[in-house]
């Protein structure tokens, strides 16, 4: 196994909307809040010993994006 770095520059502005998520099937219960976001963008570099990988800085282009809080009841014992 080869120690290797992965780094991610991820960039995001302007809020346009608010929503909340609830699942409660299956007992599956799951909730979140979340910011809808109208601009955002991702940049990201790989590296080991000998290669490197690197996005094309401003290449990215996202169709949605979303910020926010989740939450499951798996682990609230």
């Known amino acids: 196994m080869r120690p290797a770095a992965l780094t991610f520059n991820v960039?995001?502005?302007?809020v346009v909307d608010c929503f909340r998520v609830t699942n409660q099937i299956d007992g599956n219960r799951y909730c979140g809040r979340y910011a809808q976001i109208s601009t955002a963008s991702i940049d990201w570099s790989a590296s080991e010993a000998?290669?490197?990988f690197a996005s094309a800085p401003g290449s990215s282009?996202?169709?949605?994006?979303?910020?926010g809080q989740e939450r499951n009841d798996l682990f609230s014992g």
């Open 61 to 67: 282009v996202s169709a949605f994006a979303a910020a």
């Open 11 to 14: 960039s995001w502005s302007g």
């Open 50 to 52: 000998h290669l490197s």
